[in-house]
Each structure stands twice: as structure tokens, then as C-alpha cells.
């Protein structure tokens, strides 16, 4: 059996291991358009120089070797022709397949709004070739630019306010991390970036810029007629799944591939697994589908059933937030909050099931609220105060696939 995987984020390096121990002699290909393994979630510390380019990599060095996969760095798909089952690459070369997994992730998207998309000094960031530029050209800018402020918006931030450079943030949005945070803590963190050099510039909408003579943006302007200056623009205000080699295949997708519970696409032995279906930028996520496309490619029928909404662990200037599930309560939920000394806690519950929770500052325990979250538990029998509960309160599941209360903290009814 031959699998080809294009794509060498956590989807898809996950989906070669997953095939490799489960069929040890199957011939193994991977393709990337990246020259090397490394995982987008530390880009920023290389950007920032506390990483180098090797300690970005999440597999050992010998891993291609050891599992006896075929890789081919640097190199982009051109066609996959889905009739003659191969593929092909920029150098001409085909690769036949009798399983394919696109796991091509997603690429940065740049606005159109004025000389953003020919601008000489704007720059993505979605890929190491981004991070590089950027650490290349950082210590020369003085006023930086940076358009988003969710978690890679204030990441890149991060790591240039450590190098002591101004920073001017621009989001639409009226808080920061807006899909992550509620507006209590978002404007703790807030707080810590201006403390450390940070300016913002929220709820406002970017209508245009002007540029030198280099082609370079010295100016962009706000919908309310204010110009800000800079020499260098990070765009990091949102992602499209990358679709492009798609063209002229046959597979069905829109803005992402079109697959079914089991990650197959509409082509018959081709999968997909990652952001490029759409299914969520979570590193985890992407994990657990390239885990169980892995698993349909070996004929080991596995649907996917992980729609569990996002978990964000985030942790700037030392202070640790976490957000599981929805955070934006809707008029029948009931919101219980418990705010102390460093520590805030906010559970969301609709029909006695723990739908989301953000806890920031103190994060001890946290585990049981993904479990119920996750596990859809119901609570009504719990007999105690919610910010209370703890695995202590459960010990497993009847034989009707509820969970069970530990007596002597629950009303049994």
C-alpha cells in the first residue's frame, strides 16, 4: 500500500506516524512545501530569538529515518490528478498513491485595502519564512505595525516588545483576543502589554494607507481619519485553508475541503485532516484528525467525532488564562463568576450541562471542567456549590452510559 501525505504540520506528521504503526511495511511519502518541520505555535520565539531554527521541530531528528518515510522538502504540488491516483510536483516529478491525505493547513490573508497585498513591508505570518523576515527586519524597525489582535497578533507582539521595539496593535474588534476571552480578562492582558510598551487601537477599522517611493507603507488610516505611521506591517488577522493545488481535481471544497465524518473527501482514497478542512486552527484538533484520517487510510473505519469547541492555554508576562468551550453566554445561560486575589473564574451553564469556562491566573484543577465540557455532563444531582466540583464527585459510568455520582457528594434521585 502506498500513502502520499502533502502537508508536514501536526495533521499531517501525526497521520505518517499513525500509518507507520499501524502497518509497518507500507511505503510512506510525505511532501512539504516547508524545507523543515516546525510547529507554527513557536514561531514567535523565533521571531523574538529566544528559539533557533532547530528547536522549532517537534519530531527527533531522525524521525523520516526511523519510521522509513519518504520526504520531500521544499516542494509544492502542482496537480493531483484524482483519475490516475498520483500526484504531482513542481520539478515534474509523480508521485503514485493508493491513500492520499491533504493536510496543507492554512495560509495568512492579507486585506485588500489599499497597497497592503504590494506592499514591500507587509508581511503574514503563518509560515517559518514569515518568522525569518521578520526576525531579519525587526531590530532596524521603529514603529511597528501589527493588524489583529487575537493569539498570534499578541504572540508576535510578545516576543518584539522583549526586543524592546514599539508596537502599535490595530483591531476591529472592541477587546483584544475577542474569539478567546471575555472583556474582563482580555483587559487584564491588555493592561500587561501597555505596561510593557504596547499601544492599541480598538474597535477600528483600517480604509487605507500610503507608501514611499520603495513601494513600503509609511502610513495606514483609520475609519475615524487617523493616521498612524510605520516601516513594518504584521498582518495576523485571520487564515484561508490552503486550497489552491485543489484546482482542476475533482475534489469538492469551498473555502475548505468538503469531507465526510470519516475525513474522506469526495474523491474516492483521498482524505483530508488539519485546517484545511475547516474544522479548527487547534493544534490538538489537528492532531486527533490526522490521527484519525491515518486510521480510515488503513482501511480502520474511525469516524471523526472530536467536535469538542476550542481550548485556548494562554500565557502572557506570566499570567496563565484558560477558555474551553463557548464564553459568550446567551440570555437562558446562567453565569457563575468567583473573582479573588490573582484568580478569576467564569462558568457557563445551559440546561445543567457545563458548556464553557474561563479560569485565568490560577488554573489548578482545571482538568474537570474539559471533562464535563467535553463529556456533555450533566450536573443537576450535584449537591454542592459549582466552583466546587472535582473528579471526586464521579467514578464512572453506568451501564446506560451516564456518569455516575459519587454518593456522598450527590442527591441520588
Known sequence: MKHVI???????????????????????????????????????KYSGNERDQASLSFVPNDFFTTNKITWHPGKSVTNIDTKNSC??????????????????????VIPNIGQFKTATNVYGYRHLSDAKTI?????NAEKILIVGAGLVGLDVACALLKLKKPVTIVEMAPQILPLNLDITTASVYQKLFEQNGCTFRLNSKITNTQSNQTGAITHITLETGENLACDMV?????????????????????RA??????????????????????????????????????????????????TFTAKNTINFFDLPTLSVGNINPENDDTVHLRIGPNTYQKIILKN??????????????SGIWQYLIKNKV????????????????????????????????ANKQ
Open 87 to 108: 500526484i504531482q510536483l513542481q520539478n515534474k516529478t509523480l508521485l503514485p498513491y493508493d491513500k492520499l491525505l491533504i493536510a496543507t493547513g492554512s495560509d495568512a
Open 135 to 139: 526576525r531579519e527586519k525587526a531590530p
Open 257 to 306: 475541503i468538503k469531507e465526510d465524518q470519516y475525513l474522506k473527501t469526495s474523491s474516492e482514497n483521498v482524505y483530508a485532516a488539519g485546517s484545511v478542512t475547516g474544522l479548527g486552527e487547534i493544534w490538538q484538533s489537528a492532531v486527533r484528525q490526522g490521527e484519525v484520517a491515518a486510521k480510515n487510510m488503513c482501511n480502520i473505519k474511525t469516524p471523526f467525532t472530536d
Open 234 to 254: 504584521i498582518v495576523a488577522a485571520g487564515v484561508r485553508p490552503s486550497t489552491k493545488l485543489l484546482e482542476g481535481s475533482g475534489i469538492e471544497y469551498d
Open 6 to 44: 502533502i502537508g508536514s504540520g501536526a495533521a499531517g506528521i501525526t497521520a505518517a506516524k499513525t500509518i507507520r504503526n499501524i502497518h509497518k511495511n507500507d511505503e510512506i511519502t510525505l511532501v512539504s512545501s516547508d524545507e523543515l518541520i516546525y510547529s507554527r505555535c513557536m514561531l514567535h
Open 378 to 409: 450533566d450536573i443537576s444531582q450535584l449537591n454542592k456549590p459549582i466552583e466546587t466540583i472535582s473528579f471526586a464527585d464521579f467514578y464512572g459510568i453506568d451501564t446506560d452510559g451516564q456518569y455516575k455520582y459519587n454518593c456522598s457528594t
Open 352 to 365: 445543567n450541562l457545563v458548556t464553557g469556562i474561563i479560569l485565568q491566573g490560577n488554573l489548578n484543577y
